[in-house]
Every structure is written in structure tokens, then in C-alpha cells.
């Protein structure tokens, strides 16, 4: 009766806290209207060592994320126009950018030419040092008399070498986007009778929210289909695309997985039990976990990550084994020998729940935010799930006698098929695992890569190829990021990055391109003023007649007036500002040469004040190595807890449900080589996760070690095929990083359940 008294009120403390967190999450995803978050990068791990370069690259990345860029044409310029035009009619009142104001063409002049004399290429600094003014005038001359001279601003007497329009033209070779007719077009380089005219869609938020998404994707699909019917090619970009892409493949999984996971389950327990009631409580624990697991990780992180949600579809069939385990010890008993029963079940299922836990609780340690969520959420879900089996069932699960089903009584059974090994029986089964082990290891093979977790659809990855060559857009994996004490000695450092870089022969995307230092205005101001005072009585005397100074130079261009103008829109994101105490820009490279294995070595080996090389790909790369690498010695601390917390209860037979566990998780690894895995971080961490599952068969069957103890290996064998149903749909995901997880699972919890009867001594 003290246990009953104690479970009452236990459970009454329990329902007000299931009732808060149910009334949490109401709050917060039907009247807050909150959605989980689908942002890839939240997903990574934050780079410990370098808080800037984090900085530099989540602040470009949000730029990016809120874009989608548009390519419609394919023929000559009448039908890119008209395609333009039928897409944006299309569209309707979503904000799209196509056209270039006349206000905002002249915004560029007005920002640059009262500065003109300040703003000079390299090839015209170094005619002008070294040239003779004889040779100056020569250059002057014809370009007065040549019908077509290029770009110039202004009149001839202002600039009479056209050092500005030589500046204009050597910024215009920075992008093959040009405006024509007041309209954004490109002609494809590779077939210069095909022209395009471009779209910039800018989302009012973030590109990874999927009210966003779900506002935008279908008008802009119903502009690509109008688009194509007037015969253009409709070539789409950004990372809304993907962001939105993962986004349904995630839900559809949810929906897989859940799905199917549940009616796995229900057929089992019907099966098993016979009665709905225990299906219905069953539900009612793993509904229990996942809404206080939900709430905690909200009430803990702030915002829940869709993988997480995905993650915890999973999580029905382990909070299953709760359930499971105590209808199948209250089969066969009356009514008032459940507390009896309850009283000898409760240190076994506890230890069983603290080493599932530990399992998930190691997956906290390495500094993935997504895995940490995870962590979180399965832990406390299964915990949850726990507290009500354990205080709410003996309660709700009726009257009257719980009488075994004959598929119950078959499947508990089939534990006498397995004999009990001796040493040598044991021998033999090591011996196998050694032999595989040797094979796996032969042909293991591991790739870090964080491109091998991509799992964006092809014809999106093809778009976006397409678009990077027509556009020769720059990358944002790769780049460096400046950093000065000030705006001005930032903007000093990068010239003279943007130097190096351009003598290794790279392209270069450079917000000093377009915004030079003070030192290097003065600089160039200095020069050209003296030459161009020097050549004016030259040009006079060939001209006979006088040539009119220019007109007085304006202040100096600065910053505050290069970022409010629109001259600076495509390269604003560059402009990082402050990051920690210094001011950042982000310099940017193009072109397939900075991406060859040989330039990105000579990149990162470059050793300027102020200058770090960011290549996020290889960074991230690396981490995911390293962290493979210490979670395999994680995965051996946790067999070691692991194995302590089994000697407290069992003693010096403790290995007997260890070992199993163990030597599942080598065959597991050398089949997966074996079949052609390649081995990555998210084939070890299910590994902590099977310590946690496989030693919970261990325990229940070391417990009551008898072939003739049917409950047991009934509840062990509706745990293991609970899991399975669970994680082996995980193994069917399109998402590489869950289907390494349900893959490992898969191979691992079969081969556990399989070998767990062998080393269980005789009774």
C-alpha cells in the first residue's frame, strides 16, 4: 500500500506537469504560429577557434539566405525581354527587382564623379608614372578623335585621358550582368546568341521559414510555367530553393516515419496483448514524451529543428520499451499483484532507462547545436515516457486478469531456441567477429566530406550550377575575411590582399574595388592631378587653343556615403562592420581556378595583418573528422559507465550483457564497410545510441537468465522490433545524415537482440 499511496500522488505532481507543458506547446505553435527551423547551418558546429570567421560567414549566409535569383531567356533579347515581362505579370505584388531606375544610374554618377580624379585602375597608375607627357598627349588625342573611346563621363577636358571611364569599364568586367534599356540582362558566354534577362526576389524574412516559403514557391512556380509556355528557359537560384526543398523532404519523412512506425507497433501490441487498452496507454506514455520533450527543448534552445522533429519520430519506438516491458510482466496476474510486480520491475527498468539515457546524453557532447537538440529532446522524451509508465499505468490499466495471447506465449517461447554458450560456443561467435572485423578493416573507408551529406534534389543542384556559370557569380564557402582597427586600415589591408590575389592570377570580388581607402584616393589623386596639370599646356599647344581645367574635386568618398548609395548594393553584403572590436569586409574569389586543391593551399598559406582565410567547406570537413575521432572515444567511456552501472546490479556476470552490445557494434561497423559505407561521423554516433538500446536486452535477460522465463524475451523481442520499425525507416531517408543513423541502427539492434541470448549463463 506505501508504494500504491506514493504512486497516487506522484502521478497527480505528473499530470500538472504533462497538463503545462501540453498548454506550452498550444501557445506556442497554434496561437504563436511558430514553425520548426529549417536551416541547414544551424545544424553544424560553430568554429570555437576562430569567433570571427563564424561571425563573417553566418553574416553573408544571411544575405543569401533571403534571395532567389532568376534567369529568364534563352534567346535573342526581344523574346528574354517579353519572358521577363510574362514571369513578373505572373508574379503579381511580390517584390521583384528587374528594372534599374534612371534615379538610380544617375545615384551612381553623382557618388562617383566628383571623386573621378581619385579613382584609377592599375594600368592607368602605371601609365601615368611612367609615360611621358608627350605620350599622354598622344593617348588624349585619340581618344578625342576616335568616334567610339569607350565609357566617359562628363566632358573631354574634364577627364582627357578617360581615367574614369577606364575605371568604369574595369568594374563592368567584374560581372556579366548589364543594364540595358533600364532592365537587368547577361548573354551567355558559351552561346552569345542566347540572352537573359535577370530576377532578384528578396524575401521579407528569413529564407528557411516555411510560411515564407509556402508564400513565395507557389507564385513563383506559376511564373517559371508562364515563363516556359512563351517559350523561355527559366533557370532558378538560391537558397530559399533549398531551404525549401529540405524542408518538404523532411515533413514528408515525418510523415513516413511516424506512419509507419506507429502502425509497426500497433500491430505488434495487438498482437502481443490482445487488448487495445494497453496499445492505448502505450500511446499515451510515448505522446507523454514527446510533449514534455518538446517543451523543454523549446523552453531550453529557444526554437526546435525539423531534423529534430524527424529525429524524434524515431524516438516512439524506443519509448516503447517501457511500455511493452511492464504489460508483458503484468500478463498472467491479477489486478492486485501489479504493485508487487511493479516493486520488483522498477530498479531493472530504471537501471534499463539510465543506460538508453547515457547513450543519448553522450550525443551532447560535441558542439553540433542539432545534436545537442537531439540529445535534449530523446533524453528527456524517453525520461518522461518512463515517469509514465511507471507512475500512471498501474492506475490506468483496468481490472481483472491481463490473460497471455498465444502470439505472446509463442514469441516468449522462442527464447529456449537459443543455447546457452560455454566458452568455446563464445570463442566461436568472437572468433567471427574478429575474422569480419579484419575484412571490414580491409575495406573500410572514411570521408569527412560535409558534400557527402548533401541531399538536395539534382535538378536544383543542376539549376544552380547553370546560374553560377552563366552569372560567374562568386562563392561564399571559400573567401577571406579583413579585419583593421578602422573602416580605413581594414580598406588598406584589402587593397593590398586584392593585389597578391590578382597577381596569382584570381578574380576577385572586393568592396575596395569600389570604395578605396583614403591613402589610396590621395594617393591617385596626387598623381593624376600632377600629370594631368602637366599635359594640359601640352594638349594646348597641339590643339591651339586653350583646354579648360576641370571642374574642383569634391570631399573624399567614404564609407557613409558609399553604403547609403545604391552603387554599393551588390557589394553590401561584403560589408561585414563590426565584428568583435575590428571593422570587417569579406573579399570574394570566382572563376574555377580558386577552386583547385593546389590555389586553395597557396590561399590558406598566405600571411597578411588582418587577413584570415575562410574555407568553411574544409573547416567544417575537418570538424566532422575530429569529432568522429573523439566520439569513438566517447562511445569507449560509455561502455565503461556503462559497465559500471551493470556491476552495481550484477556483479561479476555484468559482461554477460555488455559483451553482446560490443561485439554487435563491431559486426555493425564491418558490415557496413563490408556493403560499401563510407564511414563518417554519423555512423558513429548511432553507436552510443545502440550501447544505450542493445545492454537494455541484456539487462532484461540477465535478470531472469531462465529459457523457460518467457517475459523477458517477449518484452526484449517487442523492444527490439519496436526500434527497428522505427530506425529502419530512418534507414529509408533521404537525408544522408539520418539514413547513416537508421542504417547503423538497423544492422546494430538486430545483431544485438540476435546475440544477447548467447551469453546469458545457464539458469
Not at 601609365?127 to 578623335?145: I, Q
Not at 574544409?618 to 573528422?625: C, I, Q
Not at 556491476?647 to 557494434?665: D, K, M, N, Y
Not at 524475451?713 to 534507414?731: E, I, K, Q, R, Y
Amino acid at each position: 500500500m506505501n508504494l500504491e499511496r506514493v504512486t497516487r500522488r506522484l502521478a497527480g505532481l505528473w499530470l500538472v506537469v504533462v497538463l503545462a507543458c501540453l498548454a506550452h506547446n498550444a501557445w506556442y505553435w497554434a496561437v504563436q504560429h511558430h514553425a520548426p527551423v529549417t536551416d541547414v547551418l544551424a545544424m553544424l558546429p560553430r568554429d570555437e577557434q576562430r569567433p570571427v570567421a563564424a561571425m563573417a560567414t553566418q553574416a553573408l549566409a544571411d544575405v543569401g539566405s533571403r534571395r532567389i535569383s532568376i534567369l529568364v531567356g534563352g534567346g535573342d533579347w526581344a523574346q528574354a525581354r517579353s519572358a521577363a515581362d510574362v514571369f513578373l505579370q505572373t508574379l503579381g505584388d511580390l517584390p521583384a527587382r528587374h528594372l534599374v531606375a534612371e534615379a538610380d544610374q544617375q545615384a551612381w554618377l553623382d557618388l562617383y564623379v566628383p571623386v573621378r580624379t581619385r579613382l584609377l585602375t592599375p594600368a592607368s597608375r602605371a601609365r601615368l608614372a611612367d609615360a611621358s607627357t608627350a605620350e599622354l598627349a598622344d593617348v588624349a588625342l585619340a581618344g578625342l578623335y576616335q568616334p567610339i573611346a569607350g565609357p566617359r563621363a562628363g566632358r573631354w577636358s574634364d577627364d582627357p585621358l578617360n581615367l574614369f571611364g577606364q575605371w568604369l569599364a574595369e568594374r563592368a568586367q567584374g560581372s556579366r550582368v548589364r543594364v540595358q534599356d533600364g532592365r537587368l540582362m547577361l548573354t551567355d558566354p558559351d552561346a552569345p546568341q542566347h540572352h537573359y534577362a535577370l530576377i532578384l526576389i528578396e524575401l521579407p524574412g528569413s529564407g528557411f521559414s516555411i510560411s515564407a516559403q509556402r508564400a513565395v514557391l507557389p507564385r513563383l512556380a506559376a511564373a517559371a510555367q508562364a515563363a516556359q509556355a512563351h517559350g523561355a528557359k527559366v533557370i532558378q537560384a538560391g537558397v530559399p530553393l533549398f531551404a525549401a526543398a529540405a524542408s518538404e523532404q523532411a515533413q514528408s519523412e515525418i510523415h513516413t516515419i511516424g506512419l509507419g512506425s506507429f502502425i509497426g507497433i500497433v500491430a505488434l501490441t495487438l498482437l502481443a496483448f490482445r487488448s487495445l487498452r494497453p496499445r492505448l496507454l502505450v500511446m499515451l506514455s510515448m505522446g507523454v514524451g514527446l510533449v514534455v520533450a518538446t517543451s523543454v527543448s523549446l523552453l531550453w534552445f529557444g526554437e526546435l529543428h525539423l531534423v529534430t522533429l524527424v529525429f524524434g519520430a524515431s524516438l516512439l519506438g524506443v519509448a516503447e520499451n517501457y511500455g511493452s516491458n511492464y504489460f508483458s510482466a503484468r500478463q498472467g496476474l491479477q489486478p492486485s499483484e501489479r504493485w508487487a510486480m511493479l516493486s520488483r520491475q522498477i530498479p531493472i527498468v530504471s537501471l534499463a532507462m539510465a543506460t538508453t539515457v547515457i547513450g543519448y546524453a553522450l550525443l551532447a557532447l560535441p558542439p553540433f547545436p542539432g545534436l545537442r537538440q537531439v540529445a535534449v529532446f530523446s533524453g528527456v522524451g524517453l525520461v518522461a515516457a518512463f515517469v509514465t509508465v511507471l507512475w500512471w499505468f498501474p492506475l490506468l490499466d483496468g481490472h481483472g486478469r491481463m490473460a497471455p495471447t498465444r502470439f505472446a506465449e509463442w514469441l516468449g517461447a522462442r527464447r529456449a531456441l537459443w543455447p546457452s554458450l560455454g566458452r568455446r560456443g563464445l570463442a566461436v561467435i568472437c572468433l567471427v567477429t574478429a575474422v569480419l572485423a579484419v575484412i571490414g578493416a580491409n575495406r573500410l573507408r572514411v570521408d569527412d566530406d560535409i558534400r557527402q551529406l548533401q541531399s538536395a534534389p539534382p535538378a536544383l543542384v543542376e539549376q544552380q550550377r547553370e546560374f553560377a556559370r552563366l552569372i560567374q557569380a562568386p562563392g561564399v564557402a571559400q573567401f577571406f575575411v579583413v579585419r583593421g582597427r578602422s573602416d580605413q586600415e581594414m580598406l588598406e589591408r584589402e587593397e593590398a590582399l586584392t593585389a597578391q590575389l590578382r597577381g596569382m592570377g584570381l578574380e576577385v570580388q572586393a568592396v575596395s574595388d569600389w570604395l578605396p581607402s583614403l591613402r589610396r584616393q590621395h594617393q591617385d589623386a596626387t598623381l593624376a592631378v600632377r600629370r594631368l596639370d602637366a599635359l594640359r599646356p601640352e594638349l594646348a599647344a597641339r590643339l591651339e587653343q586653350p583646354v579648360d581645367a576641370p571642374a574642383a574635386a569634391g570631399a573624399d568618398l567614404l564609407p557613409s556615403g558609399w553604403l547609403t548609395s545604391p552603387a554599393s548594393e551588390p557589394l553590401r553584403a561584403q560589408w561585414l562592420g563590426r565584428l568583435g572590436d575590428d571593422h570587417a569586409t569579406a573579399v570574394l574569389l570566382r572563376g574555377a581556378k580558386a577552386q583547385t586543391r593546389d590555389t586553395r593551399a597557396a590561399l590558406a598559406a598566405l600571411q597578411l595583418d588582418g587577413v584570415t582565410w575562410i574555407d568553411k567547406v574544409e573547416e567544417v570537413s575537418h570538424l566532422l573528422g575530429r569529432y568522429r575521432v573523439l566520439m569513438t572515444g566517447v562511445l569507449l567511456l560509455g561502455y565503461l559507465l556503462t559497465w559500471a552501472a551493470l556491476a552495481w546490479r550484477f556483479g561479476s556476470v555484468s559482461w554477460r550483457a555488455l559483451a553482446p552490445t560490443a561485439l554487435a557494434s563491431v559486426l555493425t561497423v564491418s558490415l557496413l564497410a563490408i556493403s560499401g559505407q563510407v564511414l563518417q561521423l554519423f555512423h558513429i554516433l548511432p553507436l552510443l545510441i545502440l550501447l544505450g538500446l542493445g545492454v537494455d536486452y541484456g539487462i532484461f535477460l540477465l535478470e531472469q537468465p531462465g529459457k523457460r522465463e518467457t517475459r523477458p524475451f517477449l518484452s526484449v523481442t517487442l523492444a527490439a522490433a519496436s526500434t527497428l520499425l522505427a530506425f529502419g525507416l530512418l534507414a529509408l531517408s533521404g537525408t544522408p545524415a539520418l539514413h547513416a543513423f537508421g542504417l547503423t541502427l538497423l544492422f546494430g539492434v538486430f545483431l544485438a537482440w540476435l546475440l544477447t541470448p548467447f551469453f546469458m549463463p545457464h539458469a
